[in-house]
């Protein structure tokens, strides 16, 4: 399904579409920068020079309460956090059986909140955010990143940006509505959850074995998506459908070693090397699914030239292959076209005089939905060549389904994108990361990554120092996501 936008806008997004595409290296790339002249007319959210809306002022409040309170893997607290949004929708008037904080273990708290909708026998829309945080020490930012600082107008603190954003913005429409008085069609759920950015205790796999029916939904809105921009201008709100998958493995060489004065070509490090670099050489075949078929399709009709031809000769059957070449240049695009596998992690030898007994690495590999570890796993063995090198798998995968690009979900999505930002295109992307949006689709819920929220693809500070997030974005975001809950909740009588 191809748009077309104005001419002028289209020839913006020409000139800087391949910068984004060089520049991401994932599919929501977060992050502010000063707003430019050249951006394309958006639907303004009318209110008084310098003053806030009342649920802009209740969104912003919420991402201060939630950036303040420490979740981190190592000594936070989500159960705290989780707690200080319940007693948010609670004293706004939702009943207490509605709002749950269920705890698997002391400090990882999840929050369940639930809008009563019409009986009209829909399944509920759920809406997903997790609210633990990266790990960020105070000694490598200029801020304080548990201190919600307001500054040139952004909004600075860890989790700005991934995800707290995105969970104060679900709990002020929830609020919003209920104080509005909107009747969906169907039941809303709000899920806040631990440990998305690791540790034993993920809340969304443990809801899902604990109580699958506080979220049971016909499909989730998630992060993993959002608009990007360059230099002011937005290039594209992208929805995230589908998502590689994480399978790390460690290579082991042994040796009985020696004394280094009397060195040998049998060297465990020289063999693991050699691997390495065979793995380095090797290219996985191009697989495109409908998602990533469906990137390139929009993303050709946005170029012109080299980069146009290849991406529309990337489509044909079989792939062309100087597009393939040409596409593979760029690891935004490789990373689309293939399975990918990389060494991550190195280690060898125990003294500085002795030949090597022992050398180690990890290679971790993001494969392609519906590709099988199992084949990686030979593939590695067969392009090692070496017997000598051992390889086993770190961990077990998680696989997901794509989500399906339904008219009932991108529909909603682009017309709000047109209304908001004319001229923006909605491009569906497969992310190269992982969210939590594959326990949801892997439990039969459909999951899309979308946001509304746009940031500069130069200035990506998630997990990074003085994190960020530029103030009037963030309640654009806010909007959008509040426009699209409203739109996904209810019928199309409404």
């Given at each position: 399904m191809k748009r077309r936008f104005p001419n002028a806008h289209a020839r913006r997004i020409t000139a800087l579409y391949p910068l984004l595409l060089a520049a991401c290296g994932g599919?929501?790339?977060?992050?502010?920068?000063?707003?430019?002249?050249?951006?394309?007319?958006?639907?303004q959210i009318t209110r008084p020079a310098g003053a806030l809306l009342p649920e802009q002022r209740l969104a912003r409040d919420l991402l201060r309460e939630l950036i303040e309170i420490d979740t981190t893997q190592s000594?936070?607290?989500?159960?705290?956090?989780?707690?200080?949004?319940?007693?948010?929708?609670?004293?706004?008037?939702?009943?207490?059986?509605?709002?749950?904080v269920l705890e698997p273990v002391p400090t990882k708290g999840n929050l369940v909140a639930r809008y009563r909708g019409r009986d009209s026998g829909r399944k509920p829309l759920l809406l997903l955010a997790h609210i633990d945080v990266v790990e960020a020490n105070p000694e490598d930012w200029t801020l304080d990143p548990f201190a919600f600082t307001e500054q040139d107008g952004y909004f600075y603190g860890r989790g700005t940006t991934d995800d707290k954003d995105e969970a104060a913005i679900h709990i002020a429409t929830l609020i919003r509505l209920k104080?509005?008085?909107?009747?969906?069609?169907?039941?809303?759920?709000?899920?806040?959850?631990?440990?998305?950015?690791?540790?034993?205790?993920?809340?969304?796999q443990w809801l899902l074995a604990n109580h699958a029916e506080l979220i049971d939904a016909e499909y989730a809105i998630n992060e993993g998506g959002g608009g990007a921009m360059k230099d002011g201008v937005r290039i594209s709100n992208n929805v995230q459908a589908s998502e590689k998958v994480y399978q790390s493995?460690?290579?082991?060489?042994?040796?009985?070693?020696?004394?280094?004065?009397?060195?040998v070509r049998d060297n465990a490090i020289y063999r693991l090397a050699d691997?390495?670099?065979?793995?380095?050489?090797?290219?996985?075949?191009?697989v495109l699914n409908e998602i990533t078929r469906s990137f390139f399709e929009r993303s050709a009709s946005l170029q012109s030239g080299e980069l146009a031809a290849a991406m529309s000769g990337v489509l044909s059957e079989p792939p062309d292959a100087a597009a393939i070449d040409y596409l593979s240049r760029t690891p935004f695009f490789n990373s689309r076209l293939r399975t990918t596998c990389v060494a991550t992690l190195l280690s060898g030898g125990h003294a500085e005089n002795a030949l090597p007994q022992r050398a180690q690495a990890t290679v971790n590999c993001r494969v392609l939905p519906g590709e099988s570890i199992d084949e990686v796993h030979k593939t590695l063995e067969t392009v090692i060549a070496d017997a000598q090198v051992g390889i086993s798998r770190v961990t077990s995968s998680n696989?997901?389904?794509?989500?399906?690009?339904?008219?009932?979900?991108?529909?909603?999505?682009e017309a709000i994108t047109e209304a908001m930002w004319p001229g923006v295109p909605v491009v569906p992307t497969m992310s190269t990361g992982a969210t939590d949006g594959l326990f949801l689709r892997n439990a039969g819920i459909p999951v899309y990554g979308v946001s509304g929220l746009f940031g500069e693809i130069e200035d990506n500070r998630a997990h990074g120092q003085n994190e960020r997030i530029r103030a009037d974005l963030f309640f654009e975001g806010q909007e959008f996501?509040?426009?699209?809950?409203?739109?996904?909740s209810q019928?199309?009588?409404n």
């Open positions: 599919d929501a790339p977060d992050g502010a920068g000063p707003a430019e002249s050249a951006a394309p007319a958006t639907q000594k936070g607290d989500n159960t705290k956090a989780a707690q200080a949004m319940a007693d948010r929708l609670v004293a706004a008037g939702f009943p207490e059986e509605d709002v749950k104080q509005e008085g909107f009747q969906p069609d169907r039941d809303i759920i709000v899920a806040l959850t631990a440990d998305e950015e690791g540790g034993p205790n993920n809340g969304v493995f460690n290579l082991v060489v042994t040796n009985p070693g020696g004394h280094s004065s009397l060195p691997a390495l670099g065979r793995i380095r050489d090797f290219d996985f075949p191009v696989p997901s389904p794509p989500s399906p690009l339904t008219a009932d979900v991108l529909g909603p999505i996501l509040y426009r699209l809950t409203k739109a996904l019928s199309d009588s």
